[in-house]
């Protein structure tokens, strides 16, 4: 147990000097405040599809999905179909609003809706909206991780303490790097998560 809570602090480590790489990476290529919100609409459109399938892939283990198919089989129908349909709506709508946003050069649905209503109310109305969900989404992401993080080091990591360090690491990358911070450790999340995901599946199988 001792080297496996080794293990985790180092990798917790090494995750928070990428993180601050990458973000000091896009803080370097971002010129103002408008590619800091856009990126200066260079991120690629299969770059915003891998983060947004990381980000659907990442709602399995936040519902706890896998946990439920490994103690009750596939009968957590309701959980399996949450995991599907939170990645439909995106694929009907995003991709049209993001083509949109790339023909009038725009970084978001705010902007988006500014541009089409002029109405400001819609433009305060819609921001609430996203930063309701998306605290509210980050924060069970970074519950989730913690609590696993403690359950590795046997409660030698407090859920605690891991949540708040992890907190800051995510506000400090999307402060000083932006949109493209979020574009760049995005992928490198998703493909960490997959990556792992393949690998536990496989030990889990020869196991």
């Not at 800051?168 to 450790?185: E, H, Q, S, W």
């Amino acid at each position: 147990m001792e080297t496996l809570a080794l293990w985790v602090g180092l990798f917790m480590l090494l995750y928070m000097a990428l993180t601050l790489f990458w973000a000091r990476q896009a803080a370097v290529a971002n010129r103002d405040v408008e590619t800091w919100f856009s990126a200066g609409h260079t991120l690629a459109p299969w770059m915003m599809a891998l983060v947004g399938g990381g980000a659907c892939v990442s709602v399995w283990f936040t519902l706890g999905t896998g946990d439920a198919i490994a103690t009750r089989g596939f009968s957590a129908i309701a959980a399996l179909q949450a995991g599907v349909l939170l990645a439909i709506p995106g694929m009907l709508f995003y991709k049209r609003a993001w083509f949109v946003a790339q023909r009038f050069r725009v970084s978001s649905q705010v902007e988006l809706f500014r541009l089409y209503y002029g109405s400001e109310f819609l433009v305060v109305a819609c921001a609430l909206i996203a930063l309701l969900f998306a605290v509210a989404f980050a924060g069970m992401q970074l519950r989730m991780v913690a609590e696993l993080v403690s359950a590795m080091t046997a409660g030698r990591v407090s859920a605690l303490f891991c949540g708040a360090v992890l907190t800051l690491v995510l506000f400090g990358y999307v402060v000083i790097g932006g949109m493209r911070a979020v574009g760049y450790l995005g992928m490198i999340q998703t493909a960490g998560l997959v990556s792992a995901s393949l690998t536990l599946a496989v030990l889990v199988s020869l196991a």
